[in-house]
């Protein structure tokens, strides 16, 4: 299944971190207890005019956590893109546990998000090597 997801999140000052953490941690969590596979996990973040993007593959599972940057706004957004090898149905589950995850773990609140999970159709390449 293919998730894009763009969420938006305030926390209480000092707790945006926290929270994006607790995101994160929530749906890469998920997916390793399930042991599903994974093409990719990217995590774009913006809080104020600071951008960082963040992947995960299926290498150390911690890593990530350190380029977590300190995040002094009271807003961030988050843009999820992965790839994994689970159903749709499974994979925005996971992503929906996980921002409640964030939710309780940090008092963070949920002021939008936009999801699509899909399965992605067979590629058809325009151009064949005969």
């Known amino acids: 299944a293919w998730l894009d997801q763009k969420i938006r999140l305030t926390a209480p000052r000092g707790r945006l971190r926290e929270a994006v953490v607790a995101l994160m941690g929530g749906l890469l969590d998920g997916i390793g207890e399930r042991r599903i596979p994974i093409g990719h996990v990217k995590f774009l973040l913006r809080c104020g005019d600071e951008e960082v993007k963040i992947s995960s593959t299926s290498g150390d599972p911690t890593q990530w956590?350190?380029?977590?940057?300190?995040?002094?706004?009271?807003?961030?957004?988050?843009?999820?893109?992965?790839?994994?090898?689970?159903?749709?149905?499974?994979?925005?589950?996971?992503?929906?546990?996980?921002?409640?995850?964030?939710?309780?773990h940090s008092g963070a609140r949920c002021l939008s998000v936009e999801t699509d999970c899909f399965h992605p159709g067979f590629p058809r390449p325009t151009h064949r090597i005969g």
């Open 65 to 104: 956590r350190d380029e977590v940057p300190p995040m002094f706004g009271r807003e961030v957004t988050v843009v999820i893109n992965a790839r994994v090898q689970a159903s749709a149905v499974v994979l925005e589950a996971l992503a929906a546990a996980a921002l409640e995850q964030a939710r309780a």
